[in-house]
């Protein structure tokens, strides 16, 4: 088996239920070429048999009674598998119909970063195939007017070409000039293999997949971490000689949620501090590019970093004294 589907949900199911039928019109035969393997973190309303639509796929679900976020339950989902690649996913996107196949011909020193889209105005819906509003949202969902160009119903998903949804996107996990701006510099940079050092940062939270035996050597994600989780990881097994590629073709539409994005300059959860913990120097060099990137008005104009490779200049800096130090 190729490929270990592993998606994380939790409080999603309308989503959920549209990234599963995006999944049964994959171009691998399920459950030989590959498998899915649903982990619900806790939902209110356990994930159940009305969630799961019909079709090739036959994901084995596995239950958090109480939410053990993000890695917790990736790393549940990976000790599951019995592919020799996981492709982690989250329960709200929808994937083009040959992305699990082009991430199962990837090399076992390769992790594959897939194009990442989302689709806007999803994310005033609490159910983004009818439209039905979040909770105090009423009235801006009531500003969009028709809603036909808005939604995302089952019978588009299981029936249209990707291409009229691919249509309706726009780069990026979540809207913004800020999200899009980051996007565009890590895929370029990826792209050219201009940052051998700093690829890392260009590792994604989802549309991400990782050989299996190199995942279970490294211990899986950081259970202190759940943003940014993808990074650390992925900077363990680039020190170990894995390299991050990008996926052409394999792209994630992501029915967005919220409004804004999860900035990562943001101390949720205490992430930075844990990831500086095992990593300080990677985790100041990392802050910098962001804190340039958003404008931050407190940077030094000396210290900013406004690209990767100016990311990766002070790595290979770094190196080399290291080298000459030993």
Not at 59 to 78: F, M
Not at 101 to 125: K, V, Y
Not at 271 to 279: G, I, L, N, S, T
Request: hydrophobic share 40%; aromatic share 6%; with cysteine.
């Amino acid at each position: 088996m190729q490929v270990s589907v592993v998606i994380i949900t939790k409080d999603e199911q309308p989503r959920l239920r549209l990234c599963l039928i995006a999944l049964n019109r994959q171009t691998v035969e399920w459950q030989r070429d590959a498998e899915v393997i649903i982990v619900d973190d806790g939902s209110q309303l356990p994930v159940g048999a009305a969630d799961i639509p019909p079709g090739p796929l036959q994901p084995r679900l596995i239950r958090h009674d109480a939410s053990k976020g993000r890695s917790a339950s990736r790393n549940a989902g990976a000790a599951a598998a019995r592919g020799r690649r996981l492709l982690f996913l989250d329960g709200d996107v929808l994937m083009s119909p040959r992305a699990v196949e082009l991430h199962g011909q990837l090399r076992d020193d390769e992790l594959g970063r897939g194009e990442q889209h989302h689709l806007r105005s999803t994310r005033f819906f609490r159910d983004p195939r009818t439209g039905e509003p979040w909770p105090g949202k009423e009235q801006r969902v009531k500003s969009l007017g028709r809603l036909d160009a808005h939604i995302v119903t089952e019978q588009m998903v299981a029936g249209e070409p990707y291409a009229q949804l691919l249509q309706r996107s726009e780069v990026a996990i979540y809207p913004g000039a800020a999200p899009r701006r980051l996007y565009e510099l890590e895929m370029s940079a990826l792209r050219a293999g201009s940052v051998p050092l700093a690829q890392w940062m260009a590792a994604s939270g989802h549309n991400f997949s990782i050989p299996t035996v190199l995942f279970l050597a490294a211990g899986g994600f950081p259970l202190d971490i759940s943003i940014n989780e993808h990074r650390e990881l992925a900077l363990r097994l680039c020190r170990d000689g894995a390299r991050v590629v990008v996926v052409e073709g394999a792209i994630s539409l992501h029915l967005t949620h919220r409004e804004g994005y999860r900035d990562p300059l943001q101390g949720e959860d205490d992430w930075e501090q844990a990831f500086a913990r095992r990593h300080p120097h990677e985790t100041r060099l990392m802050m910098r590019f962001w804190r340039s990137l958003a404008g931050d008005a407190t940077l030094d104009p000396a210290e900013r970093l406004p690209t990767l490779e100016s990311v990766e200049q002070l790595l290979q800096e770094r190196a080399a004294a290291d080298g000459k130090a030993a």
